[in-house]
């Protein structure tokens, strides 16, 4: 048995230290918000932040992890200026690549707090959002950017 931080919690899990984050997550956990379908890396909807940094749970290990804090969007408080902005500018059509988006999101706005069009399309550029919620996610971003440098930082 190993245990893993999630969400400031500390959870024990059955499994092998190479079975990859997604599935512990998913699986294990129960933490359905954090969604396959490359499963090589391509499309970032499985993103979650470890130790604050966006990274793809389908090609992480859970023994890499083992000492590390996992964030996924439920550990995000209801008043954090990305959720508040995804509701504001109203992003999601079917939802399915939401969570992962917005995680990326937190990591792109901690980096840079103020970011041009040109970053958030960078940045952005490597997420795939198959229903085409792109210009709702950069307008959130925006929102966020700015409700985050009103309330201080
Ligand atoms: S499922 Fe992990 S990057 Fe696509
Ligand atoms: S909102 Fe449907 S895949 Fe992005």
Redesign the pocket.
């Known amino acids: 048995m190993i245990s893993i931080n999630v969400n400031g919690q500390k959870r024990p899990v059955d499994v092998e230290p190479d079975t990859p984050l997604l599935w512990v997550l998913r699986d294990n956990l129960g933490i359905t918000s954090v969604k396959y379908t490359c499963g090589i890396a391509e499309c970032g ?1 499985c993103t979650v932040l470890i130790d604050g940094e966006a990274q793809r749970s389908c090609v992480v290990s859970v023994g890499e992890v083992l000492e590390s804090e996992i964030t996924t969007v439920e550990g995000l408080p209801a008043n954090h200026p990305v959720k508040v902005a995804w509701i504001e500018k109203q ?8 969570p992962g ?1 917005m995680l990326q999101t937190v990591d792109l706005l901690a980096r840079m707090p103020n970011p041009t069009e040109e970053q958030i399309n960078d940045e952005m550029d490597n997420v ?6 792109h210009p709702k996610i950069k307008e959130a971003i925006r929102f966020a950017a700015e409700m985050t440098a009103r309330q201080g930082g």
């Open positions: 909807i992003v999601p059509q079917c939802g399915y690549c939401q988006i795939i959002c198959r229903c085409g919620s």
